[in-house]
């Protein structure tokens, strides 16, 4: 079975620009996560879906991020405009409705902003 | 809020022998699930293993194997027969089995590298 699919592996782009990463989850599964990955923080959680809706969003770090899932294949989330500090590993994570199902990763993106 | 403990930055062991990696927990809640995953230098996300809170049988998965004492909020990892492919940053997560929330509460990792 495909696991999480999360394109493009890197990227890297110039300040200022709008940054898309694009995450499918394993079919099947009800929630979808994304994380952000950095030295100074480690592993954060930014949001999380339900059946494709989003349940919690506190840990958007500010406007400049959103995310969505228009689908249960399909999650984006987008940086714009994009700042140096937005530099990390973003994860996208996917697990089945109960609770003791560990969540699967994707391999990550990892975002350099210059 | 609860919050995941890694007291361990970095960890070493030698080829075929045994380590545990340490990992505290602050919660108020008595339901909950605890997680190990490893990264390796691929950027990989692995679930090592996993513990649910109302039980006391410790968890195993073949060369690795937890310690968990639930009074001490402790979740120690401990690998036997240590091999190269070990080496990794592991990870020690939280998760809460009450209020709705499906949110993972990580530690700050423990990098584990393994000498032929």
């Not at chain 1, 979808?32 to 809706?53: A, S």
């Not at chain 1, 500090?85 to 996917?94: K, Q, T």
């Not at chain 2, 997560?93 to 009450?98: I, P, V």
Request: charged fraction near 20%.
């Amino acid at each position: 079975d495909a696991g999480v699919i999360q394109s493009p592996r890197h990227e890297v782009t110039e300040m200022g620009q709008e940054v898309t990463l694009r995450c499918k989850p394993i079919s099947g599964h009800d929630y979808l996560f994304w994380y952000r990955q950095t030295m100074m923080r480690g592993l954060e959680l930014l949001i999380y879906f339900n059946n494709n809706v989003p349940i919690d969003d506190s840990g958007m770090p500010e406007d400049r991020f959103s995310a969505k899932m228009p689908n249960a294949s399909f999650s984006t989330l987008k940086i714009q405009p994009s700042e140096p500090r937005d530099s990390a590993v973003y994860f996208c994570a996917s697990s089945l409705r109960y609770r003791y199902q560990p969540q699967h990763f994707g391999d990550g993106t990892r975002l350099s902003i210059l | 809020a609860q919050t995941v403990t890694q007291s361990q930055p970095e960890m070493s062991v030698q080829e075929a022998e045994t380590v545990t990696l340490s990992c505290t927990y602050d919660t108020s809640e008595s339901d909950y699930y605890l997680f190990w995953y490893k990264q390796p230098p691929s950027r990989q996300m692995i679930l090592v293993i996993r513990q649910e809170a109302y039980k006391q049988q410790n968890a195993t998965e073949n060369r690795f194997s937890v310690n968990f004492q639930k009074a001490a909020k402790s979740f120690s990892l401990k690998i036997s027969d240590s091999q190269l492919g070990d080496a990794a940053m592991y990870f020690c997560a939280y998760r809460s089995a009450q209020g709705g929330s499906e949110k993972l509460v990580f530690g700050k990792g423990t990098k584990l590298t393994v000498n032929p």
